[in-house]
T-cell receptor, first 110, second 115 residues
Framework: QKEVEQNSGPLSVPEGAIASLNCTYS??????FFWYRQYSGKSPELIMS????GDKEDGRFTAQLNKASQYVSLLIRDSQPSDSATYLC??????????FGTGTRLKVLA | NAGVMQNPRHLVRRRGQEARLRCSPM?????VYWYRQLPEEGLKFMVYLQKENIIDESGMPKERFSAEFPKEGPSILRIQQVVRGDSAAYFC?????????????FGEGSRLTVL
């Protein structure tokens, strides 16, 4: 079992729709969770961090964490073509190591 | 620019040459990570360093690769006798430290091409 799993996609959504990206992780003791956006040929850019169960909202982005189910998700409301990118889920299971999923490619169709 | 700085952005080497990639962490960060990303693949952890110390190098190939983070100056990832399979994007990232819930911030990356 991979430590951090994501559906590779591509996930295609129409402009204006909600995009839902999912991530599961294996280390039950993980405490810190992150979502990064990576455009093709560019570096990962931090979008959201979440540490507690529940929802965390920042503009059009909402991160959701369920530690009991070992599941973290990212919702993007009112999706725009500029949101088309690969979204990486990262988990910090201990004090310093960050484990990344392979990413989900999102395509927002105009 | 207070972000993570990497150079060179692009590096071309012939097989057998050496590649040196440099990284200066974000201001106030003392922890540096190196990741490698092959085309269409995820980020693979290579090494985690603090000033003058390698904390975890479990992702580094046993041969030809080395990393350092001296007391003064940038962190260096060194690849000796490069082979075509070393062609990849190498990303450096920094964080504030272990005891925090610190977020990881990436540099723009160094793209190595081995001819």
């Amino acid at each position: 079992q991979k430590e951090v799993e994501q559906n590779s996609g591509p996930l295609s959504v129409p402009e204006g729709a909600i995009a839902s990206l999912n991530c599961t992780y294996s280390d039950r003791g993980s405490q810190s969770f992150f979502w990064y956006r990576q455009y093709s040929g560019k570096s990962p850019e931090l979008i959201m961090s979440i540490y507690s169960n529940g929802d965390k909202e920042d503009g059009r982005f909402t991160a959701q964490l369920n530690k009991a189910s070992q599941y973290v998700s990212l919702l993007i409301r009112d999706s725009q073509p500029s949101d088309s990118a690969t979204y990486l889920c990262a988990v910090r299971p201990g004090t310093y190591k960050y484990i990344f999923g392979t990413g989900t490619r999102l395509k927002v169709l105009a | 620019n207070a972000g993570v700085m990497q150079n060179p952005r692009h590096l071309v080497r012939r097989r057998g040459q050496e590649a040196r990639l440099r990284c200066s962490p974000m201001k106030g960060h003392s922890h540096v990570y190196w990741y490698r990303q092959l085309p269409e693949e995820g980020l693979k952890f290579m090494v985690y360093l603090q000033k003058e110390n390698i904390i975890d190098e479990s992702g580094m190939p046993k041969e030809r690769f080395s990393a350092e983070f001296p007391k003064e100056g940038p962190s260096i990832l060194r690849i000796q006798q490069v082979v075509r399979g070393d062609s990849a994007a190498y990303f450096c990232a920094s964080s504030p430290g272990q005891g925090t819930l610190g977020e990881l911030f990436f540099g723009e990356g160094s793209r190595l091409t081995v001819l």
